[in-house]
């Protein structure tokens, strides 16, 4: 009897849950009173809300957010890469954490051209060359210093147990893995081993248990950033290296910092906008382009008509150039010129330069762009003091460079890609070769990573980011337009069409089932070239309605497996 009640309970209980699940995939926006979490991952989410309903703050459940996702969606989350936290408090000031990844002490900036002195792509993307000193770790533990208030063991033990006991395949991830994921794995026994049934594709529904992975996570949760660093972990990344090739070494992982930077700030229409700056771009790329449209009444325009996307391509256009000319690590390039950059003013002059009826032309110069893969991951906290956390963290490509340290269970990132190839290389296929972002012992690599909080009044009103490489200060910002410009809810906001302009080249790549033929045409009437696009990005958003002070979560269906938890 009590078996029949037990089976009972346990089919009702996964009918609501497939119930939730359903309602999470459904179109308005999740709602909760007391905190949530919106990432690209439902386990993961689930793990943060948790550490809500026990009374953590958000920088607790954003730690247990984290570490699960390096568990539960290997293509972006990680602990072999790095990434950027913007903590704002009910209270006090806004605080940014840089742990993005760093150039090892042995790297110069020739160091991906072969023999003849010709740049290799592969080894610059896709080689042991390739992996920057790892930062989530320590970038974590330093925001939790700060601010946590639960046991650090207690925000790594989701991660573990979902790495030791392994959670279900969902159909997103098996088709991940099987695809992209062999691509970069198969030259690498380690990977195949953690991602395959012993050679055979993992299918939806499997169980993917990562026991070396539950191990590094264990050591990480009983001595902090030492059990990453030093130890046994630092043995076998150091390892890893040195037999392929690699320059990692055990004195780059003691080295390895995460840093405090005050945030960027800026204004758009009233709202407050708390941005990363260097070595992210976001913050000021995204503040100079939200100066530029301040000028402008985007609302009456309307969301997707040709006049906004017009106006807001000129803006990207601006911003984007600018992000190519000056940024870089900071503390590589002292001389950024970001107060100018940030000003009202250089935007009004900005402004002045823009044509309402034609498109402007993006001057080539010398240089156009390096590739960036769009992997990553960026996930929303907020708790029920309205403490919010933004985060957005990567292995640069989906699943890094492929490589899983064998005996650590854990993917490295190929972030080193993210610096230029070459010193003053230029080419039509997209490479740059300016100094402020060429690699040098120590250095950052430029980002394009923008999480981003937006306060009205001095209350909390928005935590957005996405994923997407260049294309992810675009996709945040038209997050905020839809929401600030054009009264969208959090979902609505997040579901709306995305363009984007990056300067070079000079086309507007928009996604082809969101906007209307007939805008298009009205965009290149203006002199605009076009490209369609299947997707970009996948912003998950919170927003604070400012009449009820409910949050309303928007989870991006352009990914499988994203999911709200509430609290
Ligand atoms: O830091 C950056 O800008 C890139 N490495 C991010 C890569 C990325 O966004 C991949 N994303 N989805």
Redesign the pocket.
């Given at each position: 009897m009590n078996l029949r009640k037990t089976l009972r309970h346990g089919l009702l209980w996964l009918l609501t849950l497939t119930l939730s699940q359903l309602v999470l995939a459904a179109n308005g926006p999740q709602y909760a009173s007391q905190g949530m979490v919106v990432s690209q991952n439902a386990l993961a989410s689930e793990a943060g809300a948790q550490v809500l309903r026990e009374g953590g703050n958000a920088i607790d459940a954003a730690v247990a957010t984290a570490f699960a996702l390096a568990v539960t969606h290997p293509t972006?989350g990680n602990i072999g890469g790095?990434?950027f936290l913007i903590h704002r408090p009910a209270k006090g000031d806004a605080q940014t954490y840089d742990f993005?990844e760093k150039a090892p002490a042995a790297a110069h900036p020739e160091m991906w051209l072969d023999e003849a002195g010709n740049y290799d792509y592969e080894k610059h993307h896709s080689s042991h060359l390739a992996v920057g000193v790892p930062g989530t770790v320590a970038g974590l533990y330093l925001a939790w210093q700060d601010g946590g208030t639960l046991p650090w063991a207690r925000l790594v033990a989701p991660a573990i147990a979902l790495a030791r006991d392994g959670f279900t395949v969902t159909h997103g991830l098996a088709r991940s893995l099987n695809t992209t994921g062999m691509r970069r794995f198969e030259p690498y026994p380690a990977s195949v081993a953690q991602f395959t049934k012993d050679g055979t594709p993992y299918e939806a529904g499997d169980r993917l248990v990562q026991r070396d992975l539950a191990a590094t996570l264990q050591r990480i949760a009983e001595a902090g950033p030492k059990g990453f660093y030093e130890g046994e972990t630092a043995d076998l990344l150091v390892k890893e290296m040195a037999a392929n090739g690699g320059i990692i070494t055990h004195d780059d992982l003691k080295a390895y910092e995460a840093v405090r930077r005050a945030p960027i700030l800026g204004s758009y229409r009233g709202y407050e906008i708390i941005g990363m700056p260097p070595p992210?771009?976001?913050g000021v790329t995204m503040v100079q382009m939200l100066n530029v449209l301040e000028g402008y009444d985007l609302s009456a325009s309307g969301f997707g008509s040709a006049r906004t996307l017009h106006l807001m391509t000129e803006a990207m256009r601006r911003g984007y150039a600018n992000r190519a000319r000056y940024l870089g690590d900071p503390d590589f390039n002292p001389g950024m010129p970001l107060l100018e950059l940030l000003s009202k003013d250089y935007a009004n002059l900005l402004r002045g330069s823009i044509d309402e009826s034609t498109a402007s032309v993006s001057d080539p110069g010398s240089f156009t762009w390096g590739y960036?893969?769009?992997?990553?991951?960026h996930f929303s906290v907020v708790d029920g003091a309205r403490n919010a956390v933004s985060v957005?963290y990567?292995?640069?490509?989906?699943y890094g460079s492929g490589i899983v340290v064998p005996g650590a269970g854990f993917l490295l990132?190929n972030?080193m890609?993210?610096f230029n190839g070459k010193p003053g290389l230029t080419d039509t296929r997209g490479l740059i070769g300016t100094p402020p972002n060429v690699a040098e012992p120590g250095k950052r690599?430029?980002?394009?990573?923008s999480p981003t909080i937006v306060a009205k009044d001095g209350a909390l009103f928005m935590v957005t980011g996405?994923?997407?490489?260049?294309?992810?200060i675009n996709t945040t910002l038209q997050t905020i337009l839809n929401v600030v410009d054009h009264g969208m809810n959090a979902q609505a906001a997040v579901d709306a069409g995305r363009i984007h302009h990056q300067w070079l080249p000079d086309r507007i790549s928009y996604e082809a089932q969101l906007f209307s033929p007939d805008t298009v045409k009205l965009l290149e009437a203006l002199g605009h070239e076009t490209r369609a696009q299947s997707r970009q990005?996948?912003a998950e958003v919170i927003v604070v309605n400012p009449e009820t002070g409910v949050l309303e979560g928007g989870v991006d269906g352009r990914a499988p497996d994203g999911g709200a938890a509430g609290h």
């Open positions: 972006a790095g990434g993005r992210s771009s976001g960036e893969s769009p992997e990553t991951t957005t990567t292995l640069e490509y989906s990132n972030e890609g993210d690599m430029l980002s394009s990573m996405s994923p997407g490489g260049r294309t992810i990005g996948v």
